[in-house]
């Protein structure tokens, strides 16, 4: 009976995917049929990653799924500034694409932040273009960072209370942390943002009501480290021979919180879902 109760404190990302989904390839078929628009994403990988790769084919699956084109630019190990940059100029020219997404991370020799920069905001599929961030800082959420943004719509399905809450976030990343605290300080919550250099984490851990972790450290918050009834996300994934880990300790701390996601089937599948969504808003506008 008790592991039935704990079933119920599992935030089901991937249920959760494809409700949004749904919605997405509903808007898609909407915009066809009005418009005579089809969205389209494309995507640019340099070099062979394995991991990018992964990344890169997960995101073409819901593309498909939901009905948007997709392209994927996949350019050598040895490609040059100057070559990336080119094709970011071409696709920001094209009107069949409606979202660009650079794939992270670049090769050593290539300066990311001038490649991210060069795309157009409009199209920054991934919310991390420096425009889009500063108008996520004053309020305005367009296209953000889609894993926090994930978090959030999973806090409103939920129907997890935000604003007056204690929300803490262990890691301070620009693709998770701070546009987390900023999209939790948008919604009125109170918030502390933590990292390796925090001084007793556990002090602020054990007062949060949404705790927020994506460090990429197997484990690092503990059951003794939580808040009876508090709502968690675990946002880290690291691999240790060869078995996926979270930055949370699920099996013991779930026993505490209210909410939780798993890793793998928690955050993961929302961040891509949020993804095919900014597609659909960027075709649209």
């Not at 749904?22 to 991991?51: C, F, H, N, S, Y």
């Not at 630019?73 to 970011?88: A, D, K, V």
């Not at 060869?242 to 909410?259: E, Q």
């Amino acid at each position: 009976m008790a592991e039935e109760n704990h079933d119920s404190r599992r935030i089901d990302g991937r249920t959760l995917a494809k409700k949004v989904e749904a919605e997405v390839k509903q808007g898609i078929e909407q915009l066809k049929e009005e418009r005579g628009i089809t969205p389209g994403l494309a995507t640019v990988l340099v070099g062979d990653d394995p991991a990018s790769k992964m990344y890169v084919r997960l995101k073409h699956k819901a593309c498909e799924r939901v009905g948007v084109h997709a392209e994927d630019h996949n350019m050598p190990e040895t490609t040059t500034q100057e070559e990336l940059m080119e094709t970011i100029a071409t696709l920001n020219g094209r009107d069949d694409i409606h979202g660009i997404l650079l794939q992270l991370p670049l090769p050593k020799h290539l300066d990311d932040k001038a490649a991210m920069l060069s795309i157009d905001p409009a199209k920054d599929a991934d919310g991390f273009h420096p425009y889009n961030m500063g108008k996520l800082l004053i309020g305005d959420e367009g296209l953000v960072p889609c894993t926090p943004k994930g978090v959030i719509r999973a806090l409103e399905e939920y129907d997890v209370e935000i604003q007056g809450k204690h929300a803490v976030i262990v890691g301070h990343s620009n693709v998770v942390g701070k546009p987390m605290a900023a999209m939790l300080v948008n919604r009125n919550a109170t918030v502390s943002v933590c990292h390796v250099f925090t001084d007793d984490l556990t002090k602020f851990t054990l007062d949060a009501d949404i705790l927020v972790v994506g460090t990429g450290v197997k484990h690092l918050i503990r059951a003794d480290m939580v808040k009876e009834g508090s709502v968690i996300f675990d946002v880290g994934i690291s691999e240790v021979d060869g078995k996926i880990y979270g930055d949370v300790d699920f099996d013991n701390v779930i026993k505490k919180a209210s909410l939780i996601t798993p890793v793998p089937g928690g955050v993961g599948p929302m961040t891509i879902a949020i993804l095919m969504e900014h597609v659909l808003t960027a075709a649209r506008s």
